[in-house]
């Protein structure tokens, strides 16, 4: 199927003519991950209204690290989830002024000492555009050195690797939830039916 590639781009378009339009914009909340902005906004509608938006000061990168067709994954508890336990991809934010690619191989290393010759970018996204302008990328690590892992204060980690056939079973059992995570798996599974 032709999906029409120019009516799915990001670019203004003339016939889209209702839009959010911002007034003000104050910082409702503050801290050194994160800021809530409470803005006052007309509606696409014409009518007055409020929005919160989440902001993030950078982006964010997951790493698909595969090895011998097995997935490396990071467990820990997260506190928004209630801290229920979450499998995932080693992720994090940039920091300032570092692209993602160097995010990603940072990354990598500090949560699980392991470090890839290489790198393949999966996809870029935008994640919960409703209500946060998160943006990320996705990147497949292959060709894996081992070393010793650094995780910062706020991360208690355990590593495990698991079979890339058995990380798939964990999202259908609804096991591995996390949807950044979902999605590079899910991408290198595409690829490997279809090759590019």
């Known amino acids: 199927m032709d999906t029409g590639d120019a ?5 203004e378009d003339p016939k889209r003519t209702s839009r959010w339009v911002l007034h003000s ?18 509606r696409p509608d014409g009518t007055p209204g409020v929005y ?23 467990g820990q508890h997260r506190h928004p989830l209630g801290g229920a336990w979450s499998w995932e991809l080693p992720a994090g934010k940039l920091v300032e002024g ?9 990354e990598l290393a500090e949560e699980t000492g392991y470090r890839a010759n290489v790198w393949r970018e ?5 994640l919960a555009a409703g209500v946060s302008d998160l943006h990320g990328a996705c990147f497949e690590a292959t060709d894996l050195t081992p070393g010793a892992s650094s995780p910062d204060g706020t991360e208690a980690i355990e590593v495990r690797w698991v079979t890339f056939d058995d990380a798939l079973e964990l999202i259908e059992r609804g ?21 590019r």
């Open 25 to 42: 914009r104050e910082v409702a909340y503050e801290n050194e991950w994160m800021t809530v902005w409470h803005d006052q906004v007309v």
């Open 122 to 126: 999966l996809t870029r996204f935008d």
């Open 98 to 106: 570092e692209s993602t690619l160097e995010g990603a191989k940072r």
């Open 7 to 11: 009516d799915f781009q990001h670019e």
């Open 52 to 74: 919160g938006v989440v902001h993030f000061p950078t982006a964010g990168v997951w790493i698909a690290a595969i090895e011998d067709d097995r997935v490396l994954l990071v």
């Open 175 to 195: 096991v591995l939830t996390d949807a950044v995570t979902q999605t590079a798996l899910f991408r290198i599974a595409l690829d490997r039916r279809t090759p």
